[in-house]
C-alpha cells in the first residue's frame, strides 16, 4: 500500500526540470505589459554589456529603448526615458566614479 502512495504522488509530479522563468531586464516596472522586457533587454545589450561606453553612446541606447516603447504605445515611455536619463548612471556606472560596474546587481540581487 505504501508503495502505491509513494507511485501516485510520483504521478501527479511533472515530469523533466521546471522550465526557466524569462530574465526580467526591466527594472522598477512590469516587463510583460507592452513587450518592455525585450525593448529593456535590447537597452542592456546596448549599452550596459558591452561595459558602457561613451554619453553619447549612452544617448543612443536610451533612446532605442524610448522608440521602442512609442512603437509599443506605453504611456511609461516619458517616464522612463526621464529616468534613464538623469538615473541610469546610477546603476550602471562604467566610469570608474564612485564605483565601477553594475550596482544594481549589489542592491537587487536577484536582478
Known sequence: ???EVGAFTQWNRPSGPMPEQE???CLFMDGTKYNRNIGCRRHDNAYGINGGGTERDRLAADMALYRHM???RDL???VVLYF???CGWFFF???GWP???????KIF???
Not at 99 to 105: A, D, F, K, Y
Open 1 to 3: 500500500m505504501k508503495g
Open 23 to 25: 530574465r526580467q531586464y
Open 70 to 72: 512609442r512603437e509599443q
Open 76 to 78: 511609461m515611455r516619458f
Open 84 to 86: 534613464t536619463r538623469t
Open 93 to 95: 556606472n562604467y566610469h
Open 99 to 105: 564605483w565601477r560596474g553594475q550596482l544594481v546587481r
Open 109 to 111: 540581487r536577484n536582478y
